[in-house]
C-alpha cells in the first residue's frame, strides 16, 4: 500500500461507519490535514448529538442514513469501522474502485510509531486478558492503557498530546480483517471457538482473519497463545517467533494452573495460588495465565522478583469486568451473574461451567448462527432451569430440549422484565441466576452493554 500520509492528503478520505471508532479515525484523518466524507447507514444517534457539531468544526463531512457510493468510489482512501461488514455496499463499492481500505486501527498504528503494545485476540475471553494486562503494566510501575475492541478506539489514544507508553490492544477478527501494519511486542491468541456466523460465509474465514494477528510475523516476534486449545496450536504451529503457552490443564509449558494443588506458575516458579484470582470460572484463570506471561515477556524488567510480586498482587486486586461473569447482586440468598458479555456457545458454555450454585440459565437473543446442543453436558451438570428468550428461543429450544436430562427449559417471549420475573420465581436461596445468553442482543437491545445494564436494574430492583 503507498504511504499513508499520502493518501490521507491527495484526495477526499472516506470513512465508512460513524460509530466510537468511525468517530475517532474521522476525528484523526481530519486533525492531520485529510478532507473527510464520513458516512453511516443508520440514524444519527442521539446519544451522540454532540459528535456531529465537533466534525462539522473539523470539516468534516458527515451523513447519516445512508452513504454515497460514487462518493465513496472516488476517494483516495477508505477506512472502515469494525460494525461495517466487508459485504457492505459502501465497502464494495470502494474495493471494486481501487480504493485502499483500511481499517481504523490501522489508521492509529501509522500515527503511534513508538507506542509498544500487547495485541490480544481470540473468541473468548480478550476483553478480560486485555483489561488485566493494562491493570498488570500499572501495577509493575509504567504507563498503559487498554484499547481498540474494549471501547477506547486506538484512534483516540493517537488523539493524545502524550500516548502512553503502552496499549494494551484488544482486537476482534473485525478489526484484523483490514488490519496490515500490526507488529506488537508480544502477541496473544487466548482460544479459537465458532463464532461470528451470521457474518462469515466460513469458519475458515473467521478464523483467517484471528490469523491475522500473526501477519507480520518474524524470527524476534513474541507470541502467547493457549496450549489446550487443539485449533489455536494446529493454526499456530508455523508462525515465526518465539511461542509461549499457557495451559489450566496441567500441561509443562511457561504458564500453567496445577489444579491439583490449585497452585498458579510462571516460567516454573510459584506465582499465586486460586483463591487469590478474584474471578469465578477455570476459564479465568486462563485469562490470568495468559496476561500474566503476556506482561512477563513484554520488557526484561518484568521478570525481575520485584515485578513477579507485583504482577501476583495485580492479579489480586483486579475485578470482574461489567458484564461478564459480574455478581451484581445477591437478593434472599439468590446471586444474580450478570455475563452479557458471553454472545457466542463457547462464552456461554464456560460460564456455566464456572458455576458453583445450582443456576437459572438465560439463553437467548439474536441467533448468529451456532448450534447451542454443545451447552448441553454444561448444563446438565450445573443448572436448575434453562430459559429460552428472544429471537432465538425457539432454536434454543429445538436444539436443547431432548438433551438436558430432566433440567426443565421452559420458551419465553421478548419480554425481558417477563424473564427477570420468571427466574425470580424459580430461583430458592442458594441458587443462583445468570445471565449468558450465548446470542448477541440486537433482536431486543441496542447492544450487549444495554442488555447487561437492564438485567442489572431489575436483578437489584428488589434488593
Known amino acids: 500500500m503507498r504511504e499513508l500520509h499520502h493518501l490521507l492528503t491527495v484526495g477526499e478520505v472516506a470513512v465508512i461507519g460513524l460509530a466510537r471508532s468511525g468517530l475517532a479515525a474521522a476525528t484523526l484523518a481530519a486533525r492531520e490535514g485529510a478532507n473527510v466524507y464520513g458516512s453511516d447507514s443508520g440514524a444519527r444517534p442521539a446519544h451522540e448529538s454532540s459528535a456531529p457539531g465537533a466534525l462539522v468544526a473539523l470539516g468534516v463531512d458527515a451523513q447519516w442514513g445512508g452513504h454515497d457510493l460514487a462518493r465513496i468510489a472516488k476517494a483516495s482512501l477508505a477506512i472502515v469501522s469494525p460494525g461495517v461488514p466487508p459485504q457492505a455496499p459502501a465497502v464494495v463499492a470502494a474495493r471494486d474502485a481501487g480504493v485502499p481500505v483500511i481499517s481504523e486501527?490501522?489508521?492509529?498504528l501509522w500515527f503511534l510509531p513508538q507506542t509498544r503494545l500487547i495485541a490480544v485476540t481470540g473468541t473468548n475471553g480478550k476483553t478480560t486478558v486485555t483489561s488485566l494486562i493494562a491493570h498488570l503494566l500499572h501495577a509493575v510501575g509504567t504507563d498503559a492503557i487498554a484499547a481498540g475492541n474494549i471501547g477506547q478506539a486506538l484512534s483516540d489514544v493517537a488523539l493524545m498530546?502524550?500516548?502512553?507508553?503502552?496499549?494494551?490492544?484488544?482486537?476482534s477478527s473485525f478489526q484484523l480483517h483490514d488490519t496490515y501494519s500490526l507488529n506488537p511486542d508480544v502477541g496473544v491468541l487466548t482460544n479459537l471457538a465458532p463464532d461470528h456466523l451470521d457474518r462469515y460465509e466460513s469458519l475458515g474465514d473467521y478464523y483467517a482473519d484471528k490469523g491475522r494477528l500473526f501477519a507480520n510475523a518474524s524470527t524476534t516476534s513474541s507470541w502467547v497463545t493457549n496450549a489446550?486449545?487443539?485449533?489455536v496450536r494446529r493454526r499456530t504451529a508455523g508462525v515465526a517467533g518465539a511461542h509461549h503457552r499457557f495451559s489450566v490443564g496441567g500441561l509443562p509449558v511457561d504458564a500453567r494452573f496445577d489444579a491439583g494443588h490449585g497452585a498458579v506458575s510462571l516460567f516454573d516458579a510459584p506465582l499465586l495460588v486460586r483463591a487469590d484470582i478474584p474471578l469465578i470460572g477455570d476459564h479465568n484463570v486462563a485469562n490470568v495465565l495468559a496476561a500474566t506471561l503476556a506482561v512477563a515477556l513484554a520488557d526484561r524488567e518484568f521478570r525481575t522478583p520485584l515485578a513477579r510480586a507485583r504482577i501476583a498482587a495485580g492479579v489480586q486486586s483486579f475485578t470482574a469486568l461489567p458484564?461478564?461473569?459480574?455478581?451484581v447482586a445477591d437478593v434472599g440468598g439468590v446471586t444474580w451473574i450478570n455475563d452479557s458479555k458471553a454472545t457466542n456457545v463457547?462464552?456461554?458454555?464456560v460460564?456455566?461451567?464456572?458455576?458453583t450454585r445450582p443456576a437459572i440459565v438465560l439463553l437467548g437473543g439474536k441467533h448468529k448462527?451456532?448450534?447451542?446442543?454443545?451447552?448441553a453436558p454444561a448444563i446438565v451438570k450445573h443448572a436448575k432451569a434453562v430459559l429460552a428468550?428472544?429471537?432465538?428461543?425457539?432454536r434454543v429450544e429445538a436444539d436443547l430440549g431432548a438433551l438436558l436430562q430432566g433440567v426443565p427449559l421452559e420458551r419465553l417471549g421478548s419480554s425481558f422484565e417477563e424473564v427477570i420475573r420468571r427466574a425470580r420465581a424459580l430461583a430458592t436461596p442458594g441458587d443462583a441466576v445468570l445471565l449468558s445468553p450465548a446470542c448477541s442482543s440486537y433482536d431486543m437491545f441496542t447492544n450487549y452493554e444495554e442488555r447487561g445494564a437492564t438485567f442489572r436494574r431489575l436483578a437489584r430492583s428488589r434488593s
Open 389 to 394: 428468550y428472544g429471537e432465538a428461543a425457539e
Open 105 to 108: 486501527v490501522e489508521l492509529a
Open 228 to 231: 489446550d486449545d487443539a485449533e
Open 351 to 355: 460460564a456455566i461451567e464456572g458455576m
Open 323 to 327: 458484564n461478564r461473569l459480574e455478581v
Open 161 to 171: 498530546a502524550e500516548p502512553p507508553t503502552w496499549v494494551a490492544l484488544e482486537m
Open 346 to 349: 463457547s462464552s456461554a458454555r
Open 369 to 375: 448462527g451456532e448450534a447451542y446442543a454443545a451447552l
